[in-house]
């Protein structure tokens, strides 16, 4: 399949950009399929978000970013699915939607998305 790309800035909770913050993106399985995921050293990893009210597992996509001076992202090269963006910080860095709520967006083929995340 044609992968897409997620393109967007990181806002602070007064709507200014967040520079130098590293993204990652967390791949939702709504399926019922194997609910194990296998690390390095084989130890098992489970990982969930709530999404419309339901536990959704979530395993780590391999595909980071970094915001620039501007708070600007883009991830290149998504395969198609159902996403959910994590920060990499060593401070606590909870990312969500203008409304609060978690983020979640859907990459179709070839298509190009723009997020809107939010520091909280």
């Known amino acids: 399949m044609t992968p897409g790309q997620a393109r967007g800035t990181l806002l602070d909770v007064n709507q200014q950009p967040v520079k130098g913050i590293g993204l990652g993106l967390l791949r939702a399985e709504r399926s019922g399929g194997d609910d194990q ?7 098992e990893v489970k990982r969930y978000v709530t999404l419309d009210g339901v536990f959704v597992q979530v395993v780590d996509a391999g595909v980071v970013a970094t915001t620039d001076s501007s708070g600007v992202f883009s991830f290149e090269r998504v395969p198609p699915g159902e996403y959910v963006p994590y920060a990499i910080s060593s401070q606590s860095v909870n990312l969500k939607d203008a409304n609060g709520a978690t983020l979640v967006f859907t990459l179709l083929p070839g298509q190009v998305v723009n997020p809107a995340i939010q520091k909280q």
């Open 37 to 43: 995921g296998e690390a390095k050293g084989g130890m």
